[in-house]
Every structure is written in C-alpha cells, then in structure tokens.
C-alpha cells in the first residue's frame, strides 16, 4: 500500500488549507487513516483519524476546532481541513494508514500505523 499526500504550501497566518491523502494498492482490510505533522526540531505530533469503515474520528485536543478530518472509504482517500492557521501549525505533514477489520475508537500512537506516505509541507507565515 502506497500513500501519496499533497496540497501543502505557503499561507499566511489566518488562512484555510486542505491536505488530501490517496491510499493505493492492494488491502486485504479496511483502514483507519491519520495525519501526524513534525516541526523541524520536533517530534512526530498525531493530529486526527478516521476509520474509513464506520467513519468515526479522533481528533487531538490540540486542533480540535480548527481541523478537520474527512475520508472516501470506497476512494481510500482522506482530507484534513485546516482553518484559521497559525505560524505554529508550519510542519511536514504526514499521512498514515493502519488496516483493521474491526471498528477503531481511541488514539492510536504512531508506531501502529501501517503505512506512511511522504510528508507535505505547510508553512504559515505572520
């Protein structure tokens, strides 16, 4: 399985920005499909899932209200909607993907994901 992220970029402080994952290859189970992000210097921070199967969500505290998670199961694809950024929300944002057969509630540290896809890059000036 291949994760393939895009839409980072350059914007300024206040603005909207959406992130999109695609998930491709062969799975033999459904998936549950995250966004960490690292600053340089930083570690890997977790910042929201959804499990594509029951459509549930976990979202950290940290964003909570200001990002938000969606996913296509049937694409295998999620998007994180990112408003009202800050200059502290500049990172490489990473997607991830853990296969599950069975409906996932809680946080899921780093280390289970399965699958990594490449890291974008967001930057938010002031």
């Known amino acids: 399985v291949q994760l393939q992220a895009s839409g980072g970029g350059l914007v300024q402080a206040g603005a909207s920005l959406s992130l999109s994952c695609v998930a491709s290859?062969?799975?033999?189970?459904?998936?549950?499909m995250g966004w960490f992000r690292q600053a340089p210097g930083k570690e890997r921070k977790f910042l929201a899932y959804?499990?594509?199967?029951?459509?549930?969500?976990y979202i950290a505290d940290s964003v909570e209200g200001r990002f938000t998670i969606t996913g296509n199961n049937g694409r295998s694809t999620v998007a994180l909607q990112m408003n009202s950024l800050k200059p502290d929300d500049t990172a490489a944002y990473y997607c991830?993907?853990?296969?599950?057969?069975?409906?996932?509630?809680?946080?899921?540290?780093?280390?289970?994901?399965?699958?990594w896809g490449q890291g974008t890059l967001v930057t938010v000036s002031s």
């Open positions: 991830a993907a853990k296969g599950t057969d069975l409906p996932w509630t809680g946080y899921i540290p780093p280390e289970d994901y399965d699958y």
């Open positions: 290859g062969r799975a033999d189970s459904d998936f549950v």
């Open positions: 959804i499990d594509l199967s029951s459509g549930s969500t």
